[in-house]
């Protein structure tokens, strides 16, 4: 294993989403840096892509197979590579979960949370929100 003399940072898009595709698949640096300008609409440089690539491959996440006549570098995660991309999408998801809870009602009936939509009942001088119409139509006084 190699050592892990400096921790990766996770500073761009750029870098979120070539962990994310290697997460899919193994891919040549071509395909990823192809696949993430067509994903967030700017032109993505080699310079950003390939550096990165080699920090991943030093810290171990990362190994390099070679493929076709011309031995390309496909780049696939390794095991180490999986867990820290597996960390890296818990704290996304942490991020998120903090972005949508103050939008998030609760229903009134099942407790469920609702984000958009929902089925609003007025029910006495009260306005409940539900999550779907059955809900809305067990709900107890």
């Known amino acids: 294993m190699k050592s892990h003399n400096k921790e990766v940072k996770i500073t761009s898009l ?3 989403y070539t962990l994310l ?3 899919e698949k193994q891919q ?4 990823i840096i192809k696949e993430i300008s067509g994903k967030i609409g700017k032109k993505v440089s080699a310079g950003e892509t390939y550096p990165f ?3 991943l491959v030093e810290q171990g996440y990362v190994r390099i197979l070679k ?3 011309r031995d390309k570098k496909v780049y696939g995660l390794t ?3 999986r867990k820290f ?3 890296l999408l818990n704290r996304f998801g942490d991020l998120i979960d903090i972005a949508i809870e103050p939008r998030l009602t609760k229903c009134a009936h099942c407790g469920c949370n609702v984000y958009k939509g929902g089925y609003k009942k007025i029910i006495g001088k009260r306005k409940l929100m539900f999550c779907c119409s059955y809900c ?3 709900f107890s006084k």
Do not use: D
Not at 28 to 31: A, C, F, K, P, V
């Open 21 to 23: 595709l290697l997460g």
């Open 14 to 16: 750029v870098k979120f």
């Open 53 to 55: 690539l080699k920090s």
């Open 28 to 31: 040549h640096g071509y395909e």
């Open 85 to 87: 991309l597996k960390i």
């Open 79 to 81: 095991q180490e590579g």
């Open 136 to 138: 809305a139509g067990n």
């Open 67 to 69: 493929s076709g006549k």
